[in-house]
């Protein structure tokens, strides 16, 4: 009998702690990316050496250089290359600013190139990477699962945040500059903890049906009919 006791106090306390976190957020969450001031930065570099390597370039003519002339014409091509580089990243950084990342749901993440939204029960985990410039999305999904209709990445990926397959398959990664929110910057721990609220959710909710099937469905009523 006091076993019997205590493994449904056991039971009933799981059932509370999974119900508890099985609620989680029910709104649709839009995170967009904001890239002006990479865009701008990036701007100004190309017409810096646009100007120093055109004026390289020019040299020779303006100072009657007679020989030598490949010492202004080398440097000069190259940076006059790297500006049309830089002008390039601009105009795709200036593409990315105000484009939705990702739209977040209580019961699925759709991508930006994604035809369809993926569930949050295909997901196991993820992993944010934060470098000075930008981050990185790193979602792990669970065994046998893949992606939903992600369309493959391009050269024009760079203007645009897709997410792209990696670890043959089981990861999807995503990079961008910074994630707003309803016109607001969300930083590392902001993103990471709404992140984690919709999975922890979705992840509680799956558990939920597998243990205890009949308060999972009493549950998935309720929702729908908003009580």
Known sequence: MPCNNMDDARRQALL?????????????CEIHERASGQALFSAFAAALLL?????LVSLPSLIHMRSAQWLCWVPGALLLAAG?????CAEAFSRRNGRCVMVLSADSVQFANAREPTPW????GFEIDQRPLRMALVFSLMAGQRGQGLAPPCFKSLAAPDARPVAAGMRLRLWLFNPMLDGRRLDFEELAGLLDEYLQAAQARRTLGKLFPEVQRFSAVRHSTGQ
Do not use: M
Request: charge should be negative.
């Open 51 to 55: 100007f120093v390597g055109g004026w």
């Open 121 to 124: 029960a295909c997901f196991d």
């Open 16 to 28: 509370s702690d999974l119900q508890a976190h099985a609620d989680g957020p029910q709104q649709r």
């Open 84 to 88: 049309l580089l830089l002008l390039a």
